[in-house]
T-cell receptor, first 116, second 115 residues
Framework: SAVISQKPSRDICQRGTSLTIQCQVDSQVTMMFWYRQQPGQSLTLIATANQGSEATYESGFVIDKFPISRPNLTFSTLTVSNMSPEDSSIYLC?????????????FGPGTRLTVL | GDSVTQMEGPVTLSEEAFLTINCTYT??????LFWYVQYPGEGLQLLLK?????DKGSNKGFEATYRKETTSFHLEKGSVQVSDSAVYFC??????????????FGQGTTLQVKP
């Protein structure tokens, strides 16, 4: 399995500001995913980020609020823009290492965001 | 669209008790099925998976069998330990023409094991 790291591990932010979360994989991967886990809830996919193309967003998520970069095959960032308390969640990145659509996804440790 | 439904928690058991967490799914085609575990304060870890009907996934004493006829993937363990206390998520990968590689998660079931 891959080693997936995220930075920061947690942060407390003021409303109206933005936070960029980094995700680093220790091997080259095609597909990376960003999920949100609201307090006490399950995981919801925000977007899929493939290197060399625009991220694909799920219903309810927009690029202006959650811009994503994917500059190379081992790295991606998710920005949470103009934050409000409702954005307080754990944000997780994941990847399916072999690139197949049904392959196992491995998750980073998550970024715990609190917005005041 | 595809969906996953898990039994509601929390589930509270005594150590060495038998565990079942129910999971049923709705999907067109033949999804892969997964159980993930989230220990307190940690990220998600893959517990086990099954990729086709009648497959049995197993790991750390946990088992789940892919039952296409009942569209189920129930998680079982014969004797739970305090260290198994965690949140368990059932998930499927999208199937057929809707397969984009994403995972669809159930709502999670909290398991608390008491000594």
């Amino acid at each position: 399995s891959a080693v997936i790291s995220q930075k920061p591990s947690r942060d407390i932010c003021q409303r109206g500001t933005s936070l960029t979360i980094q995700c680093q994989v220790d091997s080259q991967v095609t597909m990376m995913f960003w999920y949100r886990q609201q307090p006490g809830q399950s995981l919801t996919l925000i977007a899929t980020a493939n290197q060399g193309s625009e991220a694909t967003y799920e219903s309810g998520f927009v690029i202006d609020k959650f811009p994503i970069s994917r500059p190379n095959l081992t790295f991606s960032t998710l920005t949470v823009s103009n934050m409000s308390p409702e954005d307080s969640s754990i944000y997780l990145c994941s990847t399916n290492l072999a690139g197949g659509l049904t392959d196992t996804q491995y998750f980073g440790p998550g970024t715990r965001l609190t917005v005041l | 669209g595809d969906s996953v439904t898990q039994m509601e928690g929390p589930v509270t058991l005594s150590e060495e008790a038998f565990l079942t967490i129910n999971c049923t799914y709705t999907a067109t085609g033949y999804p892969s099925l997964f159980w993930y575990v989230q220990y307190p304060g940690e990220g998600l870890q893959l517990l086990l998976k099954a990729t086709k009907a009648d497959d049995k996934g197993s790991n750390k004493g946990f088992e789940a069998t892919y039952r296409k006829e009942t569209t189920s993937f129930h998680l079982e363990k014969g004797s739970v330990q305090v260290s198994d206390s965690a949140v368990y998520f059932c998930a499927l990968s999208g199937s057929g023409s809707s397969n984009t590689g994403k995972l669809i998660f159930g709502q999670g079931t909290t398991l608390q094991v008491k000594p």
